[in-house]
């Protein structure tokens, strides 16, 4: 089945607001090389989203996600943002990132009510899950990628799986961590290939055929073709390569053409 491929670029925190919104426009400017053909989603700050949203707009193919929602639709939560809060200016969301996951001990559970809270909404969930190094030199990849998948499951249904993105990024594969070297591209084709037959478990074949699945962690302009180019990956989730604007148009521009092949 021909999934469209996704491009999802994650800032984090690594731009001002100001910065935020000038790198969108040198973006712009380089946007005729971008194709139509791929989901392409900028994921900046939160206090970025609003006016990234209104100038988005004017870039053709490109769209905007939050970098997390809260699980719960309202409440005494200080400091967290609501689904509702940002449903009128984001498309997409990221979720389960491991720096969440690590830093405030957001739990597989956590982030499958997310996942579920986010379709009720009509906001497409980019939940990330992944692996350790520690869990990986253990020999516990597929055991640790299983339980996060497993307990997203249980919360989904055969409709909302076509609506999710999965992005498999090992933990230890982050360039923020410091990586010894990139995973090799067929190794990360092997793990997706797991969460596919872990769908399929779930709700056959036809729906786990729907499901997109993308991979991350130290994705840029020089190997992104490697990893998108395996069979059954559907794009990237790209950090800090996509704060480069020329990177950024040349990466949807790789996973525009590998897709098409």
Known sequence: MEHVPVFVANWKMALSHKAAMETLKAIKKLAKDMPDSVEAVVCPSFPSLAEAASFVGKISGLQVGAQNVHWEESGAWTGEVAVSQIAPFASHCIIGHSERRRL????????????????????VPIVCVGESWEERQAGETVKRVSEQVEVLLTKLTRVALAKLIVTYEPIWAISANNPVAPPDPDEVAQNMLLIRKLAAGQFGNEAAERLRII??????????????????????????????????VSMIKTIGEVGST
């Open 104 to 123: 405030t001990g957001e739990t597989d559970q956590q982030v499958a009510e997310k996942a579920a809270l986010l379709i009720r909404h009509g906001l």
């Open 215 to 248: 991979y991350g962690g130290s994705v840029d302009a020089d190997n992104v073709k490697q990893y998108v180019g395996e069979p059954g990956v559907d794009g990237a989730l790209v950090g800090s390569a996509s704060l480069k604007p020329v990177q950024f």
